[in-house]
């Protein structure tokens, strides 16, 4: 599988902030990544809508507001998306009508989705049966500040599928928040979860994967039980409406081939950059596996992944 952290490729709201072409060449460079594998997953950051009522009250420097026109929807399409996570904290800027106009745009595309609504996003890839679940932060359901429900949940699709994967949008966020917080995480005074104990009590359900996004910048791994925890997949696609200074710009997609059973077998971390208006590119610095690799060895020195020079995983 292939996986990817925030996509938003562009906003109209308030003003149009969107790229040429109606944004065919953002995604182009990953897609040959992408396309190869068998699932390729990513978090669609706002929603495909033409909807006009926003569902919440912009305010300056705390909350911003993405609309993105559903034609987008080929974009991710074209690129080799299998599914999106819609359990974020702008898949509902502009309401229920605006959640709805995604979910019938990626529909019609044929792109799975799941959503704090309770959809499962499940695959057979050559008689395995995977199961993709998204979760997020704030109010229940499938909020990991209130982890009992997605837990039960959790437990309750590894017995019906052979590998569960589950996509989830939760930390603190920016160029602070590289390192991995044990216990609850904030930001803006808002309880966002506490990552590495709900990650590991999810592998510990029957949990194979774990794949979280929302810092806005790479953060960690982890091996824990043999299965793999990405703890920030960063920001992908982004070219308008949130920051790519820095290690914001690191833009990773991590590839990871799993056993049967669900356990890492191997994987790599392919580094693309994101500039202000462009998609992702290439870096052939590696600045995304470089950070990658530090902040794994920082925050889980026990932790067996083994990171080649040029983005190949494997386990010692």
């Known amino acids: 599988m292939a996986a990817v952290g925030d996509i938003m490729m562009g906003t109209d709201y308030p003003t ?44 300056p420097g705390r909350r911003y507001l993405f609309r993105t026109p559903p034609s987008y929807v080929r974009n991710l399409k074209e690129a080799g998306f299998s599914m999106v996570s819609l359990a974020n904290n702008h898949a509902r800027d502009f309401g229920p009508e605006g959640l709805a106009e995604t979910r019938r745009a990626l529909e019609e595309a044929g792109i799975l989705f799941s959503s704090k609504k309770g959809e499962v996003a499940r695959f057979d890839v050559r008689g395995v049966k995977v199961a993709v679940i998204s979760l997020s932060y704030g109010s229940a359901p499938r909020s990991i500040v209130f982890p009992a ?11 019906l599928n052979d590998i569960v994967i589950i996509s989830v949008h939760a930390g603190a966020e920016g160029r602070g928040a590289l390192h991995v917080s044990p216990g609850m995480e904030r930001f803006l005074d808002e309880p966002r979860g506490d990552l590495v104990g709900f990650a590991h009590d999810a592998i510990d359900r029957g949990a194979d994967l774990v794949l ?16 793999l ?15 790519v200074a820095g290690e ?69």
């Open 16 to 59: 149009p902030r969107l790229p040429p072409r109606g944004g065919r060449d953002l995604l182009a460079a990953a897609a040959p990544f992408l396309k190869r594998a068998d699932l390729a997953l990513g978090n669609l950051e706002g929603p495909l809508t033409k909807a006009q009522l926003p569902g919440k009250e912009p305010i």
């Open 149 to 159: 429900q997605p837990l039960r949940e959790i437990a309750t699709e590894a017995r």
């Open 212 to 227: 979280a996004h929302g810092p806005h910048v790479p953060r960690g791994l982890e091996l824990y039980r043999g299965r």
């Open 229 to 243: 925890i990405a703890y920030s997949l960063g920001n992908f696609a982004t070219c308008s409406g949130v920051s």
């Open 248 to 316: 914001s710009g690191y833009a990773p997609l991590i590839t990871a081939e799993l056993a049967a059973d669900g356990s890492f077998v191997a994987g790599s971390i392919e580094s693309f950059r994101q500039s202000p208006g462009t998609g992702p590119r290439p870096d052939p610095k590696r600045r995304a596996l470089r950070l990658m690799r530090r902040l794994s060895a920082e925050d889980f020195p026990d932790s067996p992944i083994v990171f080649g020079e040029r983005g190949a995983l494997g386990v010692r």
